[in-house]
Structure formats: C-alpha cells, structure tokens
C-alpha cells in the first residue's frame, strides 16, 4: 500500500467559499485512504468511461473505489466482467430476473441469463469526480 498523505480537515462547514479567518484551525488530519478505503486487501480503483451511469453520478473518467469483499446484492452498483469487457452498472432483481440496469436512459439494461459470461469483480464504493 502506497505511504499515508494527510491532508488538514478544517473544522467548520464551507457554503461557498474558503472557511473565514476566524475558522482558521484543523480539526485533524483527513488521510483520503482512511477515508474512501475501508478493506485494502479487497479493494482496487478503476476508471469509468461511457456515460451510462450519469444518474447514478459516475461521469466519463471518474476513479470507481470498488470493494471486492462486499456482497453484490440488489440495488448495489457492481464492476462486473461481461463477456470479457468489463462494465458498471446498479444490479437489480425485478420480477425473479436478474438485471444489470443502466442509470442513463439512452442505454438499455441487460437481462442476465444462462448463455451470458458474467463475473461480478466487486461493490462500487465511492467515486472521485473531478469538477
């Protein structure tokens, strides 16, 4: 695992804007592997490309935080291996089927059945956006 950067953490809420003078202390040190890395072991970073996923907030070149020790239950957005290519999408059950839904409606889900080569690689944990 890469060496710990801490970085200040500003005790006070921001509305817009940089914390006032007055507010000018740390709370503590903020260490981003802390923070968005709960299991390192089962953990790996990937980048998102496409824009199927724009609903659920993962844009084009995002960093997906994925956690391969959670379970891929319904409702959770998984990194899976889809025949071959890999993909994220939000895992659903509807009507006893298996789907893996899109969160862009200009793209369609995809059923999951039998003659599918599917791999779920892990849980979708947090994503880091650049704005």
Not at 92 to 113: F, G, T
Request: proline share 8%.
């Amino acid at each position: 695992m890469p060496p710990s950067l801490a970085l200040p953490l500003f005790n006070g809420k921001v509305a817009a804007g940089f914390p006032s003078p007055a507010d000018d202390y740390v709370e503590k040190n903020l260490d981003l592997n802390e923070l968005l890395v709960q299991k390192p072991a089962a953990t790996f970073f990937v980048r998102a490309q496409g824009e199927s996923m724009l609903g659920a907030g993962i844009h084009p070149n995002d960093i997906l935080v994925v956690d391969r020790s959670i379970e891929p239950v319904s409702g959770k957005i998984v990194i899976c291996a889809l025949n071959g290519e890999l993909t994220v999408k939000r895992l659903e059950r509807d009507n006893e089927q298996w789907q893996l839904k899109a969160e862009n409606p200009a793209y369609p889900d995809i059923v999951i059945h039998e003659e599918l080569e599917m791999v779920i690689w892990g849980v979708v944990t947090n994503v880091i956006h650049s704005v």
